[in-house]
């Protein structure tokens, strides 16, 4: 079992509305949780950080974190063309015996049609 | 603007090459990080420093050394390039705990 999974995808929304995004992950002590877009031929680039069990809302994006169920997840909302792309999660934990451990999903791409 | 910069965008080799990737972050960042990058599989990690000098492996560590001699400066080793090294390779830095922030990406082919 991989320490983070993702659904590879392809996720494909129409234009207009929510793409879900799932992310479970398998060592409850990770502690950061961050989304990262990535465009085909370019780097992955941050688009939500989420520390605490809850919802963090930033424009049309919403990461929702629950640590008792270790899973993270990513909501983009009006989902537009400019939004296909691949979504990467990555699970970091850091603590003194086990120095910086992190772990990337797969990434799940996503296609919104006009 | 933060910003992390890869000494190549595209480079070609020969196998047996002796092949050096370089990172610079601005950022005073501790953690550094190469990771590569391949069709179906993801972003899978080669290294990553947490301090000067000092390294840890990664998940496919085989093949590739690293080197960190400044805070600043991180580089991957091929000291024997072979064609299935061909690949993207993504530097990243961050503080511990915190996001990653990606170079541009080097493009290596290796014939």
């Known amino acids: 079992q991989k320490e983070v999974e993702q659904n590879s995808g392809p996720l494909s929304v129409p234009e207009g509305a929510i793409a879900s995004l799932n992310c479970t992950y398998s060592?409850?002590?990770?502690?950061?949780f961050f989304w990262y877009r990535q465009y085909s031929g370019k780097s992955p680039e941050l688009i939500m950080s989420i520390y605490s069990n809850g919802d963090k809302e930033d424009g049309r994006f919403t990461a929702q974190l629950n640590k008792a169920s270790q899973y993270v997840s990513l909501l983009i909302r009006d989902s537009q063309p400019s939004d296909s792309a691949t979504y990467l999660c990555d699970v970091t934990a850091f603590t003194k015996a086990a120095g910086n451990k992190l772990t990337f999903g797969g990434g799940t791409r996503v296609l919104v049609k006009p | 603007d933060v910003k992390v910069t890869q000494s190549s965008r595209y480079l070609v080799k020969r196998t047996g090459e002796k092949v050096f990737l370089e990172c610079v972050q601005d950022?005073?960042?501790?953690?550094m990080f190469w990771y590569r990058q391949d069709p179906g599989l993801g972003l899978r990690l080669i290294y990553f420093?947490?301090?000067?000098?000092?390294?840890e492996k990664g998940d496919i560590p085989e093949g590739y050394s690293v080197s960190r001699e400044k805070k600043e400066r991180f580089s991957l080793i091929l000291e024997s390039a072979s064609t299935n090294q061909t690949s993207m390779y993504l530097c990243a830095s961050s503080s511990p705990g915190y996001e990653q922030y990606f170079g541009p990406g080097t493009r290596l082919t290796v014939t």
């Open positions: 060592d409850r002590v990770s502690q950061s």
């Open positions: 420093s947490y301090d000067v000098k000092m390294k």
């Open positions: 950022m005073d960042h501790e953690n």
